[in-house]
């Protein structure tokens, strides 16, 4: 089995790490904002996220133009639209109401990191996991499309959560030692039953399957260390799509 590192935290920690920036229409944390946009290489807002990205930049606007909007429109306030406009952001509508603008938005995303041969490591998202319970739910069925348009990591950050959606047929090693994770963790089988093993967790998997109904590995945590060695990674491998999701420390 492949073994895969999944870079959850480099994504502000690294000084070479490269991602993709997408903004939903969620209020955006200013704590991971500016680091984020400094290490984005591409960076986009989904309708109503510019919103929240002209609100944010007051003062300061025209340092911080998104390479491009999209989505139906239905969500940008007509000031913020004329505004990007006038700066020569690309304004590109995509109608489909079968998608949510964050899957369009990302479909996009993939295809201009294709289409300028950009060299990425992560997409990383602000907004998403707040709110209204069925527009969390409609950020984790995005992950489940990522997957079939990218093999880049798709990480979802809001508030003191992280989420990311883990590939099948993999052993993920997680590195859970940079002092930015909170103290919860969990593993999710959103969509199917996961046979799932695990090791560096307090509460690991032993070839177990995780599935609603049954089992399901929320509010874990990391095995106990000693701080002056650090916390081992966390390695868990399955056999369908596994959601991954962890708390944050404030920054």
């Not at 969620?26 to 991971?32: A, K, Y």
């Not at 139906?72 to 509508?93: A, G, H, Q």
């Not at 859970?176 to 593993?187: A, D, F, M, P, Q």
């Amino acid at each position: 089995m492949d073994q895969y590192v999944t870079k959850l935290f480099e994504c502000w920690n690294c000084s070479k790490q490269r991602i993709g920036l997408v903004i939903l229409n969620q209020p955006i944390d200013e704590q991971f904002f500016h680091v984020l946009w400094s290490k984005a290489k591409i960076r986009a807002c989904a309708d109503g996220g510019a919103n929240h990205l002209y609100r944010l930049t007051e003062g300061h606007r025209e340092s911080f133009l998104p390479d491009y909007i999209n989505g139906d429109f239905d969500s940008i306030l007509p000031e913020v639209k004329t505004f990007y406009t006038e700066k020569n952001c690309k304004m590109m509508e995509t109608s489909d109401q079968d998608l949510t603008d964050f899957t369009k938005c990302l479909a996009v995303m993939v295809e201009e990191i294709k289409a300028q041969k950009l060299q990425i490591d992560t997409i990383v998202t602000l907004g998403g996991l707040g709110g209204r319970f069925d527009q969390i739910m409609a950020t984790v069925e995005t992950l489940f499309h990522a997957q079939k348009m990218t093999d880049l990591p798709v990480v979802v950050i809001q508030d003191r959560s992280l989420a990311v959606l883990l590939k099948e047929g993999r052993q993920h090693h997680l590195n859970v030692n940079t002092g930015l994770e909170g103290k919860w963790c969990s593993l999710v089988p959103v969509g199917s039953p996961c046979l799932t093993t695990t090791s560096g967790l307090k509460w690991n998997l032993d070839n177990q399957v995780l599935t609603f109904g049954q089992l399901v590995s929320t509010s874990n945590t990391y095995e106990a260390h000693d701080p002056k060695e650090g916390r081992k990674p966390v390695r868990i491998t399955t056999d369908r799509p596994l959601l991954w999701s962890m708390g944050i420390k404030p920054q």
